[in-house]
């Protein structure tokens, strides 16, 4: 009857060790989800518009698009840091007002946008016809 009882608590004392670490490991893996930094669970969105404004203090570039499902024009503010990848355009000096911008993006703990890639969208170059020349043969 006591070899019963000592194996019994030795079973239960089995038991809560292993859901003692299996909760405080899940505790852990929360902490590291809700942390100060960017995390690599931050997920990337995207945004396409024309440039309103661009602050080169707060590196901040004010981009508008029109919500072809509401009507209504989207503004959205996203802020470049050292880790912002440029894609046609050098550098964030080199974005203008009335530039077309595709940006990649996360939102940071604070609620920032923070871009990833920028990409400036190239610009149609159109070439004239060339207009008729006199020198056309006609053959018969």
């Known amino acids: ?12 004392f089995c038991f809560m060790s292993i859901g003692a670490t299996y909760v405080f490991s899940q505790e852990e893996s929360i902490q590291g989800q809700t942390g100060g930094d960017i995390g690599s669970e931050a997920k990337t969105q995207s945004f396409s518009g024309d440039v309103v404004s661009v602050d080169a203090q707060s590196k901040m570039i004010v981009l508008k698009h ?27 000096e080199g974005i203008n007002p009335k530039d077309n911008l595709s940006i ?6 604070e ?14 170059v159109s070439i ?4 008729p020349s006199n020198d056309t043969v006609v053959t018969p």
């Open 1 to 12: 009857m006591r070899l019963k009882t000592v194996l019994i608590l030795t079973a239960a």
């Open 66 to 92: 029109l919500n072809s499902e509401t009507g209504q024009d989207e503004v959205i503010n996203i802020y470049a840091d050292e880790k912002t990848v440029y894609q046609n355009v050098g550098s964030f």
């Open 104 to 109: 990649d993006y996360i939102v940071n703990t």
């Open 111 to 124: 609620g920032k946008n923070i871009a990833k890639n920028v990409n400036l969208a190239k610009q149609e």
């Open 128 to 131: 004239p016809e060339a207009a």
